[in-house]
Nanobody, 126 residues
Framework: QVQLVESGGGSVQAGGSLRLSCAAS????????MAWYRQAPGREREGVAA???????SYVDSVKGRFAISQDNAKTTLYLQMNSPKPEDTAMYYC????????????????????WGQGTRVTVSS
């Protein structure tokens, strides 16, 4: 059974840093796309970042240069390093996984991700 469990959320001041983690079990990362999504109150769910099996990454423009998606050597934990977070980054953050399409992983294609965690809340104050 595939299971994704997020952790590391909390409150942080603007300009600080935070690292979210996603513990994955029940499958191998090697054949999957992994991604982080977020949803703020009153807003649509938004793809934040995705990572491919070769380690290449992609990000929504609003977080480029500030956030970094990565995974550990065992490929059992996914991370989102959040540097210089802004109040507009406040949201519930979700870890997602899905089989890698033939064309690769896209951070914005939510339909491609079959498995989702329960989320971890991030609040950024100014």
């Amino acid at each position: 059974q595939v299971q994704l469990v997020e952790s590391g959320g909390g409150s942080v001041q603007a300009g600080g840093s935070l690292r979210l983690s996603c513990a994955a079990s029940g499958y191998s990362f090697s054949s999957f796309c992994m991604a982080w999504y977020r949803q703020a109150p009153g807003r649509e769910r938004e793809g934040v970042a995705a990572i491919n099996s070769d380690g290449s990454t992609s990000y929504v423009d609003s977080v480029k240069g500030r956030f970094a998606i990565s995974q550990d050597n065992a490929k059992t934990t996914l991370y989102l390093q959040m540097n210089s977070p802004k109040p507009e980054d406040t949201a519930m953050y979700y870890c997602a996984a899905g089989r890698r399409p033939y064309y690769g992983c896209r951070y914005y294609e939510a339909w491609a991700y079959s498995y989702w965690g329960q989320g971890t809340r991030v609040t950024v104050s100014s």
